[in-house]
């Protein structure tokens, strides 16, 4: 409900500003309905959540503040702690506090909320916004293909009914299972008419260069290996993914916390 006063400008006993009305209060734009007390529930949130404790995981809460944010390459939201006397900032991931109770014996373990992120706002970034991130020991890629095959495709069924279809801009979305998958590495040693082992070389930014120049790519610096792979996949495989699909294998410039064949952590 909007209201208007009209009155003077002052200061109460608490030396509040304040107006002082001396008019009677009007109505600009009444409230003709209460917010209902019931009903504001999000189904998929409460889904996810069924979905995963039926499974053993357990919801956990993290820290939002702490010392040093990680888990993601973002710029963080920086704040102080008076009382402690420290510089903190807010989590840009609960990734490591997760990832720490695994190690600690949580096998199952998942939260949902919110990271915050101080940088640009687009299309697809906003400097607040709520993930859910679950983690499993003795769990692999394929496990976690089939676990979000499942959770996604039970999803839209209770979203939009017994077919899980979705229609938007005219695109048919399927979300039955299985999924497509795309093989990253795969398609862009396709893409670019070449093998990537080049990418462990010294001068791999170069000839990423001058392989785009070729396919007409338009390329804007800094123009390091990751970034110049990410503008090709946005380019040629994301264009692909109107069902949903799941993207593996990526190279090694974009994964930093992959594994390689023989399990050594990168």
């Known amino acids: 409900m909007k209201q208007a006063f009209t009155g003077v400008p002052g200061k109460t006993n608490h030396g509040q500003l304040s107006i002082f009305v001396t008019n009677e209060?009007?109505?600009?734009?009444?409230?003709?309905?209460?917010?209902?007390?019931?009903?504001?529930?999000?189904?998929?949130?409460?889904?996810?959540?069924?979905?995963?404790?039926?499974r053993d995981f357990l919801e956990i809460e993290t820290p939002v503040l702490s010392g040093n944010a990680g888990g993601a390459n973002a710029r963080p939201f920086e704040t102080r702690a008076h009382a402690l006397g420290i510089n903190m900032q807010l989590r840009i991931a609960p990734e490591l506090y997760l990832k720490q109770l695994v190690i600690g014996g949580m096998d199952r373990v998942y939260e949902i909320g919110k990271q915050f992120r101080n940088e640009g706002i687009d299309a697809d970034h906003n400097p607040e916004f709520t993930t859910c991130e679950f983690y499993q020991a003795y769990g692999n890629l394929e496990t976690l293909m089939k676990d979000t095959e499942e959770l996604l495709?039970?999803?839209?069924?209770?979203?939009?009914?017994?077919?899980?279809?979705?229609?938007k801009s005219g695109e048919t979305v399927d979300f039955k299972a299985p999924f497509k998958r795309i093989n990253v590495a795969e398609r862009l040693s396709s893409i670019l008419g070449s093998s990537l082992s080049f990418l462990e070389d010294e001068d791999a930014s170069d000839q990423l260069k001058i392989l785009c120049k070729k396919l007409n790519v338009k390329l804007s610096g800094p123009f390091t290996v990751s970034r110049v792979l990410d503008r090709l996949i946005s380019d040629y495989i994301e264009p692909e993914c109107i069902q949903p699909t799941f993207l593996y294998n990526h190279p090694l410039a974009l994964s930093p916390l992959a594994k390689d064949a023989d399990d050594n952590v990168h």
């Open 25 to 54: 209060m009007k109505v600009l734009s009444p409230c003709l309905h209460d917010i209902p007390r019931t009903g504001l529930k999000d189904p998929i949130i409460r889904y996810i959540r069924e979905f995963l404790d039926s």
């Open 153 to 167: 495709s039970g999803m839209a069924t209770v979203i939009c009914g017994d077919a899980p279809i979705v229609t």
